[in-house]
């Protein structure tokens, strides 16, 4: 009987280191970026000068359950698709002025977000016609950005299947592709410096910065399948429509900015998408219209070229792109 009791009492305290270690590696998860029993994402402020929120685990909200940041300043996870300045979805953007309008524009062609007299960005729409529709559903798939004498081309290949463990971003700064592994924080730097592009998760995730100029946060999504029903979208199984979430923040804009987007941060600029109902709609295909992603052609361009830009051999969204792993599958180098 002694025995039996002492076999009981070894099994039972095995039981409890059992479980003790499976608590502890739930919670070692949980502050690493795991999810918690929602499905909803674990985030934290990573910037050491916030002191009081550095470290601190949040969870995201059911808006943006996977795709949320943390306002460090704030201390509290934010959908970056609800801030000024984002283009996300098909496509929604909410302006410098904070409200919040649709572009829809059309599929397979360029239109111009940003112009100013140093700073150009377009956008290439990509979408399909719904049934019964008198307009495309869109997206952006990629942007093109002039800054001074340098272009940036960020893009989301196309992708049947999706998978968030596989990178589906192309970079390419001045005609050349940008490789960056698929490691959280790896960083690239342009030889003047004047662009710094930094992963903010492993895959999927970036940030662009030029000194006193932007901050872009560029993520690639799809469409799922319960999104396509919601909407009456049509996705099927040989495309999910992977797009660019988008959002910029802006420091030196004149105020003469124009474009989709930055007309709303110009001088005196009243919204001109009618307010009060759903889906609030601006127009103006015809004033943003671009004849190419690197084009500064649309009616509204303010763009002031050297004349120095490298428009040859870049990566281009007309073109299909060779993608291959490197350093043992841990990022992605393309080209044409």
Not at 146 to 170: M, P, S, T
Not at 220 to 247: M, Q, R, W
Request: a neutral charge; glycine letters at 10%; proline letters at 3%.
């Amino acid at each position: 009987m002694a025995s039996s009791r002492k076999s009981m009492g070894v099994s039972i305290l095995i039981l409890l280191i059992i479980v003790q270690v499976a608590a502890a590696g739930d919670k070692s998860k949980s502050e690493s970026g795991g999810s918690d029993k929602s499905g909803c994402k674990k985030v934290s402020c990573r910037h050491k000068e916030f002191k009081e929120c550095h470290g601190q685990v949040h969870s995201c909200p059911a808006a943006c359950p996977r795709t949320c940041k943390v306002d460090c300043g704030q201390c509290k996870p934010v959908c970056e698709c609800d801030r000024p300045g984002a283009v996300c979805d098909d496509p929604r953007f909410i302006g410098g002025d904070g409200i919040t309008f649709y572009f829809h524009g059309q599929k397979d062609r360029d239109f111009c977000l940003v112009s100013d007299t140093n700073l150009h960005i377009n956008g290439h729409f990509i979408g399909k016609r719904g049934d019964g529709m008198k307009r495309d559903f869109t997206w952006v798939q990629s942007i093109g950005l002039l800054l001074d004498d340098h272009k940036l081309f960020i893009g989301a290949k196309k992708v049947a299947q999706w998978d968030d463990a596989i990178d589906q971003l192309a970079i390419a700064f001045d005609g050349e592709p940008v490789f960056l592994p698929n490691i959280e924080d790896a960083q690239w730097t342009s030889a003047a410096s004047t662009f710094t592009i930094t992963r903010s998760g492993r895959t999927n995730e970036i940030v662009v910065e030029a000194v006193n100029k932007f901050k872009i946060t560029a993520k690639v999504v799809p469409i799922g399948k319960e999104e396509s029903k919601i909407h009456n979208y049509g996705i099927t199984d040989d495309d999910c429509f992977a797009h660019l979430d988008l959002s910029f923040r802006f420091y030196s804009l004149s105020g003469a900015v124009n474009g989709v987007l930055g007309q709303t941060y110009a001088d005196n600029y009243k919204s001109r998408a009618k307010m009060g109902v759903k889906m609030p709609v601006l127009g103006g295909e015809r004033e943003f219209l671009s004849s190419g992603l690197f084009a500064t052609d649309c009616a509204a361009a303010q763009f002031k070229s050297t004349g120095r830009i490298i428009m040859e051999g870049g990566v281009d969204h007309h073109e299909e792109l060779e993608c291959k792993s490197s350093m043992n599958g841990r990022g992605i180098v393309c080209k044409k």
